[in-house]
């Protein structure tokens, strides 16, 4: 589904992604960990283009989406992303927010989009959420509904960057169980997260990211039994 | 019965007069006579016309310029759009050559150079005017663009939305609430700045004032009724925008 190939991406003189070369399957629920200014969320921003790429190229479905000719918009409807800090829209109703984009690309009318709006919401346990502001809701609120807001848009992918590292703890589980059902339901996801918990029960693969590489990469069980780099078993017996 | 007291006054020599028998005179004559109040208010509704004017044409003037400066400054390294450039190059020189003139030059540099042949002298004040005030509005506006939340943009990107609608529908309405005090400073200033329209003989407000101390010889009854007037319009705008502020402000409280 996404092919990476020697991406690279620094900010001036400082390389924070080194050559990565990484395949990522229809269906896979890819996992990433690592200390922090490992490169992880830059990776994750990279994959959508929200950081342009200083080398390498990404192909998604087929399409080189770091070609300049590519009508970005167009790739980014198809990928869904939440983000640490939410970044709901707070001069809209959640309603709005979740209809904006659906209907502005036409994908739906705005009935239709409503529609889908209201069903999306008490899937996640909101539904009388609609008219209100995002100022009025929790932490937790707000991520679900952030959630719902990239599903709307029916993408094939979806990135999450540290989802709940803003979160308070009581409201991480909420948040987690959305993304759970969502991974039942065969969802592709990338997830950056602290949350070891989730990567062992969810994530079909594990990368662990250090100095703007992929030092190891595995499923869960061996991951977390058996890490083979040093690095990898310093980090976990700090985060375990 | 005032008119009888003034023609008694106006009779006797000025220098019998005592100090509160002047302050009447100069009064009567300055606003009473030939019911030349009148003229203050003509003048009050030129310069409140002008200010409406100017605003309109600064307000417009701004958005473009402001949209324009934050739209390349945000571009994405590497898909530099040529035209953009050029048209970023072309506001920022508007922009530094009216910020660093002072407004009465420019003011005479547009009644007497470039419209000198004009005789409608007000309303090349008016597009003077407009013209000052959009480059600063624009870098009202410039600011307010900035200041919105970069992950705004960025989740209303990543959903697929083009950099228009991104503008239009999540960045200037969060905008708009941040920069609202800072532009209603600027319109309470452009408010007061019809004034120097006068220095090209364009007609507000001090032109009629002026135009009576010619008739009376004396400045101080005109000077200070437009200063009054002056007060009290922009007493009215300041409470004007307190309470828009608070308006706006309300719907965050929800």
Known sequence: MIDVKGLCKSFGDHLVLDHIDQHIAPGEKVVVIGPSGSGKSTFLRCLNLLETPTAGTITFEGQVITDPKVNINLVRRQMGMVFQHFNLFPNMTIRKNITLAPVRAKLMSKEEAEEEAGRLLERVGLPDKADAYPAQLSGGQKQRVAIVRAMAMKPKLMLFDEPTSALDPEMVGEVLDVMKELAREGMTMVVVTHEMGFAREVGSRILFMDGGHILEENEPHAFFANPREERTKLFLSKVL | ?254
């Not at chain 2, 101390?213 to 409470?239: E, K, N, Q």
């Open chain 2, 1 to 254: 019965m005032m008119e009888a007291i003034y023609l008694e006054l106006t009779a006797m020599a000025p220098k019998d007069l005592v100090w509160y028998q002047t302050f009447f005179v100069k009064f009567y004559r300055a606003f009473l006579v030939a019911d030349r109040w009148k003229l203050y208010l003509r003048g009050l509704e030129q310069t409140l016309i002008l200010t409406v004017l100017a605003l309109v044409l600064g307000i417009v003037l701004g958005l473009l310029v402001g949209v324009i400066r934050t739209a390349h400054d945000q571009q994405r390294p590497g898909r530099r759009n040529p035209i953009l450039g050029l048209l970023n190059a072309l506001c920022k020189i508007y922009t530094t050559v009216i910020r660093g003139t002072p407004m009465v030059v420019q003011f005479l540099i547009m009644g007497m150079v470039i419209f000198a042949s004009s005789r409608n002298k007000t309303m090349v004040g008016a597009l003077a005017l407009g013209i000052n005030s959009g480059a600063y509005v624009a870098e009202i506006i410039r600011g307010g663009l900035m200041g919105v939340d970069v992950g705004q943009s960025e989740a209303g990107r990543s959903l697929g939305l083009n950099y228009m609608d991104v503008m239009r529908f999540i960045v200037i309405p969060q905008a708009f609430k941040n920069i609202l005090p800072a532009l209603g400073n600027e319109f309470i200033i452009l408010f007061k700045d019809t004034s120097l329209i006068s220095v090209i003989g364009g007609k507000e407000l001090l032109y009629f004032a002026q135009a009576i101390i010619t008739l009376t010889y004396d400045p101080m009854m005109p000077y200070l009724g437009s200063a009054f007037l002056y007060l009290v319009i922009c007493i009215f705008l300041t409470w004007l925008q307190g309470k828009l502020e608070r308006r706006l402000r309300q719907s965050d409280r929800r």
